[in-house]
């Protein structure tokens, strides 16, 4: 059975790896590590589709190391264990180059299995590398994630799906034989959600549909033939990130309607409910903020509920902080502001904090005046004494701007009164 495009065109080297270049280009954070063969254990986290495990396997062979591998999908204790004793005889206690052990998906693995690893990284017995397309801090537990080094991958840019594209056709024993023409390449990559092996195995779909040697790649030929054909459908894929983005989507456009039924489609995919429960609380505080502070308590009660309580009774915790999210008044005006602000940190670079705001922990900084005219707010009326909080030059400069739902047009008027005119409130 002939392998799919993806795996006969994965590189074997860095110097056919497209993308990543702050990891493997010439001054990458991992070029120098690799070439030099001293490998720490880590960690990759990205996207579906960019290059981790081809990654990890490139390490091993150009370190001369041997390579094992697991998936957290279908490998437990046992499994580990015995991979890691493999490991051990054929590394030998004493090698500079002890063994590559790659676990793919590692956040799927518990915290026992994660548990058993521990011992062989800490010792030395095995180089471990974890891919994940989640959050190590959230999936990883810390005894573990604190032994491994996090590496992020970035996702594909438009110009890196497009030299996959190109390198399939000129190098692939079979695609090299055909003349194939890429007209339009927008579905195509629009289909693949930057995942570069969806990317190929489309690909491979279209040319392979084809009863010609001559091939004409076009925006409507990729959507008539994948809308026929039911083997694209993958929810680790992009329909995962599709319909999470649906579901993001409906909650922020107040429909508990849409927000209910994606996600009893994520729930029927079986997609992990603290992805789920993680999704909501990060929307809590972009979408909702202030308008109303309790979407925030009631996201993370969710998550910490639904972690305890697991599947199925947690698709009821789900859809009741879904509904109430969806349900909020809304505004992302807080995260706008962390936004205006970091944008401003990176146009003035560090400005100096004022005198009056500095601490004074020692004799010296006193008598140079550090802290001298701070007020402390609670010595004042209503708690409150005006002063500058910002560099002198960013004075005046609004990050914050409230939005207009019940709860904030309060905040305003607060700060309005507090500030009168400085702040334009």
């Not at 909702?288 to 009660?301: D, F, H, R, V």
């Not at 505004?331 to 990176?346: C, F, L, R, T, W």
Request: charge should be neutral; glycine fraction near 6%; hydrophobic fraction near 40%.
């Amino acid at each position: 059975m002939e392998a799919p495009l993806a795996e006969r065109i994965r590189p074997k080297n860095l110097s056919e790896y497209i993308s990543q270049s702050h990891l493997v280009g010439e001054q990458g954070s991992l070029t120098h590590q690799i070439a030099r063969g001293i490998i720490p254990s880590l960690i990759l986290w990205g996207p579906p589709g960019t290059g981790k495990t081809t990654l990890a396997q490139i390490m091993a062979e150009e370190s001369k190391r041997p390579f094992y591998t697991l998936s957290a999908i279908n490998s437990g204790v046992k499994d580990i264990r015995d991979v890691i004793d493999k490991a051990k005889q054929s590394g030998g206690l004493f090698t500079a180059k002890n063994p590559i052990l790659f676990i793919d998906e590692i956040h799927r693995f518990s915290k026992s299995q994660q548990d058993s690893l521990l011992a062989a990284v800490e010792k030395g017995w095995v180089t471990l590398i974890g891919a994940t397309t989640e959050n190590p801090s959230f999936e990883v537990i810390p005894a573990l994630l604190s032994r491994c080094q996090v590496y992020i991958l970035n996702a594909f840019s438009k110009e890196d799906l497009e030299a996959l594209l190109h390198r399939a056709m000129e190098t692939d024993v079979i695609l090299k034989t055909k003349d194939i023409k890429l007209k339009e390449t927008e579905a195509l990559l629009r289909l693949s959600g930057g995942d570069g092996r969806k990317l190929l195995n489309i690909f491979e779909l279209i040319v392979n549909a084809s009863d010609s040697d001559s091939i004409e790649i076009t925006n409507e030929k990729v959507m008539q033939l994948v809308q026929k054909n039911t083997v694209l459908y993958d929810k680790t894929g992009e329909q995962h990130y599709d319909i999470v983005s649906a579901f993001i989507k409906s909650i922020r456009g107040s429909d508990p309607n849409g927000a209910v039924y994606w996600l009893a489609r994520m729930i029927e995919g079986g997609e992990d409910v603290k992805f789920i429960a993680r999704r909501m609380l990060i929307l809590a505080s972009e979408d909702i903020g202030n308008a109303n502070p309790t979407a925030l308590i009631m996201a993370n009660n969710t998550f910490q509920a639904v972690t305890t309580i697991g599947y199925p009774e947690s698709r009821i915790i789900l859809s009741q902080c879904a509904v109430y999210l969806a349900t909020s008044a809304k505004s992302n005006a807080s995260y706008m502001a962390i936004g205006n602000a970091q944008q401003m940190v990176k146009q003035t670079g560090d400005l100096p904090v004022p005198l009056h705001l500095r601490n004074a922990p020692t004799k010296l900084m006193k008598e140079l005046g550090y802290g001298d005219e701070y007020k402390y707010s609670h010595d004042f009326p209503n708690n409150f004494a005006e002063q500058e909080f910002l560099p002198e030059a960013l004075s005046n400069t609004t990050f914050y701007e409230p939005g207009n739902n019940a709860r904030e047009r309060e905040l305003r008027q607060f700060l309005k009164n507090r500030w009168n005119e400085k702040y334009g409130y």
